[in-house]
């Protein structure tokens, strides 16, 4: 993939883990670069992060999602690396599989489990940030409603009644789904983050709506500004 | 028996009585094997002459008249590699190569919908990727019967989670392709499935095994008893009466999407460190089609030890290895001194591979199981196949099925009439709207996905930096082949080229898949004939190559046969896909033109299928240097910056046209039609488009236009949110919108 002339990297390196079966690691790349970072490309089967800044799960059907999305994905080399780097403040970001494999991990509380309606859903969403002091969202402004494909089948975010209010009172939830959770997602939370803030779960795809020209939007590229702006001082 | 049938057991026991009807071979062809050999087959050579010998293999029907498509000198301005390899090769420029191909899985699909139409995707991947390409987009053509029949509730939802979970998994976008429905195909769906693929120019890879020593890798899945006898049994027969699901269930492969995935990349980076001398893909034939091709097409033959090959279920027959069908496996042909590297390479990426064999210098393919030698053929022999003169005969209805015209339908003359029809179309299965299928489609993987279904012609970004894209539009219409097969595949043709145009992209290559009913009907024959005579006609004027196909014969049940339904893929090059243009109505004030000239022509349309279940007369007439002009002038239009949106004109006319126009853009228009109001408005005459120019550029567009000769007729401009035609009716676009989104998801949930 070639590297695009008008953007200038700043010294922020982010990791994109491939896992077998990972599909939106291209993506999640090419995000980063229009952010003005460098990505960094990590394999699962490697207990190395390479030194980044900060980490992308990124979407896709790890390890065929045979058994539950992210569970086999959460026991990889890479994992045993990640968990404890972002218990101690890396900032990681799950998109979709991502997320999936976040809650895995205990990283974040909760499950995603099949859609209501039991079909896959690909469909331009309308979301709303609700928390923009996270390493990840910091780029937004609350309240702020943005365009983002949501692509899943296993997108419906769970969690006990309990964990769930946890989450609203701490201000956790990230984005909601404006006009209703198409998948069915608990009081519509689309994304969540960890108490520090530093890890993000987003089932929505922010990757595949950084230009107009191939996306809904541009909206989506403020959570990869976002952390290049935590990490450099410059944003937030 | 099959255990211990050995080439010399065969020699020694020519009165052995063989199953060979069965697998679907007939008396004579069962001769000329016993010929070529000079003894009876071994069970396990039957087995493979049996597959390599099917239609769905070896083209025996078709071929003859195949022949007529070879590119000639002005036709092959862009190929690098044409018929015969597994995919065409299109040069676009900047040093990239484009492969594509599209490929029935009709038969499976049947049988069991979701594995059917999955293994579909997998198998026409894994064509694209034999070439040395990265698949970077699928597409679907997919036909079912009526869609409120019985079955149809069944096939359609399977294949439409087949394709969602093995192409959403397998990360290649789902970019478009066509749905339609007609009681023709309730015991025939048809799921035709196109792969395209990206490669640099010298990155191609040919599906031949040469150097003798050279060792052969089977790699990918094991090999299990899916898939036995698909292409012989299943794929090249008829349904009986009672439809025969489930007696061949088995018959139909069962797909790993992940694995396909791992192979894809294992390939990618095989490819990447250039150990590999020859490649094929295994999909229908399996085991028994790679070795005979491979060696077929080198210079020598081949020796494989079955022992070695890696089996699901040990007890596995070497009739049953040869023919299984299990997917995502791969053959490599590999330089000893490259093995090893080979297999880092698997083993990065878990995938097996093990070396079942090597070629040799003696122009046989010897396989040996337990010690014992069980095939020994020349692999020419059973790749080549039979040919087949079939006899062809006009069908005995069709004279009066063309004398009895749309002309006696009562048409609407007045504006509630002409309203209550353009509802009725807009709300019927073929041409409402169809996200509840394509919403089950990832279109956004890999990110460079800048026009998808609804629109006319998909678009991928292909070079980041410079905007250089590719655009593909399938089509076919079986109602106008019907009436006439030769004008109906050019009509199919023309609307995938126009497609194309419609997003400014330059169309440069064309693919086919042939849908017909069984070969051994002298009427489905000179359908078929026509088709690929309209076909190879159509091309030559258009100036495009055939790059490869694929023929699914058999499509029938009982003596009664699908329409003709050939299926034309077309693809372009786009200079910049910045410059794109998309169907709706992108801007508020825009002058609406309709490009190109109306004629009454109602044969086989939308409107006299919906609203009167009528199907007689003749086709639009053909006028492919009006394509030509059109695609031209939309083209210069797109780069000129003059256009705010293009739309082809297809079924249903300008109706349907300015319904789509503003119901994807969001936007109403005012328009006031010229001359007849319902010819106007149902009338399918090819060759046209609906654009808005963007405003200020009216008089550049129309100056453009007048200059190749395209008939521009200023029908009003973009405004509000009603459909408003002058003088005849009003509908709001929340009215368009109940009718045209409603449809799908009221029958199928």
């Not at chain 1, 960094?40 to 790890?62: E, K, N, T, Y």
């Not at chain 2, 053959?331 to 995938?351: L, N, S, T, Y």
């Amino acid at each position: 993939m070639g590297q695009i002339s008008q953007v200038h990297f700043v010294d922020v390196r982010i990791g994109v883990v491939t896992f077998p079966g990972s599909l939106d690691d291209t993506d999640a790349a090419r995000a980063v670069r229009y952010a003005g970072a460098e990505p960094v490309r990590l394999w699962h089967a490697d207990r190395d992060l390479r030194g980044v800044d900060a980490v992308i799960l990124p979407g896709g059907f790890s390890y065929g999602d045979y058994l539950r999305c992210g569970a086999i994905a959460r026991f990889s080399p890479v994992m045993g690396e990640l968990v404890p780097a972002a218990q101690a403040g890396l900032p990681v970001l799950g998109i979709c599989n991502g997320f999936q494999i976040l809650c895995e991990a205990h990283l974040l509380p909760g499950a995603l489990t099949r859609n209501a309606g039991l079909r896959f859903i690909h469909a331009d969403v309308r979301l709303t940030v609700t928390n923009a002091q996270t390493a990840w969202s910091s780029a937004y402004r609350a309240g702020q409603a943005l365009t983002v494909p949501i692509k899943n089948g296993e997108g419906a975010f769970v969690a006990d009644e309990a964990t769930l209010d946890e989450l609203e009172r701490t201000g956790r939830v990230v984005v909601r789904y404006t006009d209703g959770a198409l998948n069915g997602s608990s009081r519509d939370i689309a994304g969540i983050c960890n108490e520090a803030g530093n890890v993000v779960g987003l089932m929505p795809h922010p990757e595949h709506a950084i230009d107009p020209l191939t996306g809904p939007s541009a909206d989506g590229l403020g959570f990869f500004t976002s952390i290049v702006g935590a990490l450099t001082g410059a944003g937030a | 028996m099959s255990d211990k049938d050995t080439v010399e057991v065969a020699a020694a026991t020519p009165e052995v009585t063989q199953p060979y009807k069965e697998l679907g071979l007939t008396d004579d062809e069962y001769q000329k094997i016993r010929g070529v050999l000079g003894r009876r087959p071994t069970a396990a050579e039957l087995a493979l002459y049996s597959v390599m010998w099917s239609e769905h293999c070896s083209y025996k029907s078709s071929k003859v008249h195949l022949r007529n498509l070879a590119p000639d000198a002005d036709q092959s301005r862009y190929l690098l590699a044409g018929i015969g390899a597994n995919a065409g090769v299109v040069d676009i420029g900047q040093g990239y190569a484009v492969t594509f191909k599209i490929e029935s899985h009709n038969h499976p699909s049947f049988v069991e919908p979701h594995q059917g139409a999955a293994t579909g995707i997998g198998g026409i991947v894994r064509d694209i990727l034999a070439m040395g390409a990265r698949p970077i987009a699928v597409m679907d053509a997919l036909r079912f019967g009526a869609a409120d029949a019985h079955d149809t509730a069944r096939v359609l939802p399977g294949v439409v989670s087949g394709i969602s979970f093995y192409g959403n998994c397998l990360g290649l976008p789902n970019i478009g392709g066509e749905l339609a429905f007609d009681p023709c195909y309730v015991g025939n769906p048809l799921v035709n499935a196109l792969c395209v693929g990206l490669m640099r120019h010298d990155d191609l890879k040919s599906a031949v095994a040469t150097g003798p020593g050279n060792k052969v890798v089977l790699f990918g899945s094991r090999t299990g008893p899916d898939g036995v006898g698909g292409a012989s049994v299943l794929a090249s027969a008829t349904f009986g009466e009672d439809g025969g699901k489930a007696a061949k269930r088995p018959s139909v492969q069962v797909g790993d999407p992940f694995m396909e995935k791992l192979l894809v990349e294992c390939c990618l980076e095989l490819y990447a460190a250039d150990i590999i001398e020859g490649i094929q893909d295994l999909g229908a034939a399996g085991v028994a089609c790679a070795t005979t091709e491979l060696a077929a097409g080198g210079d020598g033959g081949m020796s494989v030890d079955m022992d070695t090959i890696p089996l699901r279920d040990p007890n596995l027959t070497p009739a049953e290895i040869l023919m299984s069908e299990s997917q995502e496996r791969m053959m490599a042909v590999v330089r000893p001194e490259h093995v090893d590297a080979f297999m880092a390479i698997c083993r990065k990426w878990d995938v097996e591979a093990t070396v079942i064999g090597e070629v040799t210098d003696d122009d046989t393919l010897t396989m040996k199981w337990r010690g014992a030698t069980v095939v020994q053929i020349p692999p020419r022999t059973a790749a080549d196949g039979p040919v087949y003169r079939r006899p062809l005969a006009r069908p005995e209805n069709l004279d009066a099925l063309q004398a009895s015209g749309p002309e006696r339908l009562a048409r609407p003359a007045e504006g509630p009439g002409l309203r209550a029809a353009l509802l009725q179309l807009l709300g019927s299965p073929g041409l409402a709207d169809k996200r509840w299928v394509t919403q089950q489609y990832d279109s956004r993987v890999r990110g460079n996905t800048v026009l998808a279904a609804p629109e006319d012609g998909a678009l991928v970004r292909v070079g980041e930096e410079t905007g250089l894209g590719i655009a593909l539009a399938t089509d076919g219409n079986g109602r106008y082949c019907t009436l006439d097969p030769y004008r109906g595949t050019q009509l199919a043709l023309a609307e995938a080229y126009r497609n194309v145009a419609m997003t400014g992209a330059v169309p440069v290559a064309v693919t086919n898949c042939l849908n017909f009913g069984s070969p051994e009907d002298p009427a489905v024959m000179w359908q078929l004939a026509e088709a690929v005579r309209g076909l190879a006609d159509g091309c030559k004027a258009l100036g495009l190559p055939v790059t490869g196909g694929n023929v699914s014969l058999y499509n029938q049940t009982g003596a009664t046969a699908i329409h003709p339904t050939p299926v034309i893929g077309v693809l372009g090059v786009h200079d910049d896909v910045r410059q794109r243009l998309a169907a709706g109505f992108a801007a508020d004030g825009a002058e609406v033109v309709l490009l190109g000239r109306t004629s009454p022509e109602f044969g086989g349309s939308a409107w006299a299928g919906v609203v009167h279940q009528h199907l007689g007369g003749l086709p639009p007439a053909v006028d492919l240097d009006a394509e030509r002009q059109l695609a031209i002038v939309v083209n210069a239009a797109a780069a000129a910056g003059l256009l705010a949106s293009a739309h082809d004109l297809s079924d249903g006319g300008l109706a349907i046209a300015l319904a789509e126009a503003c119901l994807y853009g969001g936007r109403g228009c005012a328009v006031a039609l010229p001359g007849d109001s319902f010819t106007a408005l149902f009338s399918e005459s090819a060759a046209r488009a609906l654009v808005s120019v963007v405003p200020g550029r009216e008089r550049e567009f129309a100056a453009l236009a007048a200059e190749h000769g395209v008939p521009a007729t200023v029908l009003g401009v973009t405004t509000g949110d009603t459909l408003t035609v002058e003088g005849a009716f009003q509908v709001p676009l929340t009215e368009l919108e109940q009718v045209w989104t409603g449809t799908l998801p009221a029958i199928f949930g």
